[in-house]
């Protein structure tokens, strides 16, 4: 499932012309840190923190479903 999590979280966010560093802070995430993390989310490397699931989704406009 990795696979495809992490290409529906980078195809949201390009949809929406994010940055991996926009959308980090956007969810709340430290600048210093923003980029990085969401790049680890993408390439299945870490999963999203559940705290910060639903804000993921509502910032891609996606359903919370498709990112757990």
């Known amino acids: 499932r990795a696979g495809g999590f992490m290409n529906i979280i980078k195809?949201?966010?390009e949809r929406l012309g994010?940055?991996?560093?926009?959308l980090?802070?956007?969810?709340?995430?430290?600048p210093k840190w923003a980029q990085s993390?969401?790049?680890?989310w993408e390439r299945g490397e870490r999963p999203i923190p559940r705290a910060r699931l639903k804000q993921v989704a509502d910032v891609?406009?996606?359903?919370?479903r498709e990112l757990i």
């Open 37 to 40: 993390v969401v790049a680890g």
């Open 11 to 13: 195809q949201a966010r």
């Open 60 to 64: 891609l406009k996606l359903d919370i």
């Open 18 to 22: 994010m940055t991996q560093q926009k």
């Open 24 to 30: 980090g802070e956007a969810v709340g995430l430290t």
